[in-house]
T-cell receptor
Framework: EAGVTQFPSHSVIEKGQTVTLRCDPISGHDNLYWYRRVMGKEIKFLLHFVKESKQDESGMPNNRFLAERTGGTYSTLKVQPAELEDSGVYFCASSQDHRTGPQHFGDGTRLSIL | DAKTTQPTSMDCAEGRAANLPCNHS???????VYWYRQIHSQGPQYIIHGLKNNETNEMASLIITEDRKSSTLILPHATLRDTAVYYCIALPYGNNRLAFGKGNQVVVIP
């Protein structure tokens, strides 16, 4: 069974540009989550999808971030325009059961804003 | 969500059991204890979780005290590949927002 895959593994862009991160969850997992770790800080929750619906987006930092999951399969996280403080590692996770089911993580996208 | 407290770091001997403590004295009745770890440059990896009974799987055992105020993750035979940051997280039933904290940097020594 393939795990959670994220693309790209690394991205380097300039301040003000746009970047789109992609996450492919484990097949059959309706729940998809985004987290991030910005430099020197702890890993923080961003949002949770159940199929194509946003269940909880309480962790989204501001309106420069847009997450989508059209069709309830893969998800994208767009940052537009990127700012220096957005640098960090963005993780995606998926789970079968949102109540107690464990979340399985991808290896993340390392985003560097210059 | 209940706050958890772990050592900042600890060393363990290769081949021996590694006992990783976690305090969660304010845990409420509907909060599960989850353990994850992050090996350098990888994403967090789920290890085990439990509510009040001890749990065991192919990776580890989880021992939760009867009053549920603390727990211990046991890696039965630590290997060098178990070197990682380990996170103990208390999470209410139905809550999906994992709060990782600073974790416990565990180094397995040959």
């Amino acid at each position: 069974e393939a795990g959670v895959t994220q693309f790209p593994s690394h991205s380097v862009i300039e301040k003000g540009q746009t970047v789109t991160l992609r996450c492919d969850p484990i097949s059959g997992h309706d729940n998809l989550y985004w987290y991030r770790r910005v430099m020197g800080k702890e890993i923080k929750f961003l949002l949770h999808f159940v199929k194509e619906s946003k269940q909880d987006e309480s962790g989204m930092p501001n309106n420069r971030f847009l997450a989508e999951r059209t069709g309830g399969t893969y998800s994208t996280l767009k940052v537009q325009p990127a700012e220096l403080e957005d640098s960090g590692v963005y993780f995606c996770a998926s789970s079968q059961d949102h109540r107690t089911g464990p979340q399985h993580f991808g290896d993340g996208t390392r985003l560097s804003i210059l | 969500d209940a706050k958890t407290t772990q050592p900042t770091s600890m060393d363990c001997a290769e081949g021996r059991a590694a006992n990783l403590p976690c305090n969660h004295s304010t845990i409420s009745g509907n909060e599960y204890v989850y353990w994850y770890r992050q090996i350098h440059s990888q994403g967090p990896q789920y290890i085990i979780h439990g509510l009040k009974n001890n749990e065991t799987n192919e990776m580890a055992s989880l021992i939760i005290t009867e009053d549920r105020k603390s727990s211990t993750l046991i890696l039965p035979h630590a290997t060098l590949r178990d070197t990682a940051v380990y996170y103990c997280i208390a999470l209410p039933y139905g809550n999906n927002r994992l709060a990782f904290g600073k974790g416990n940097q565990v180094v397995v020594i040959p």
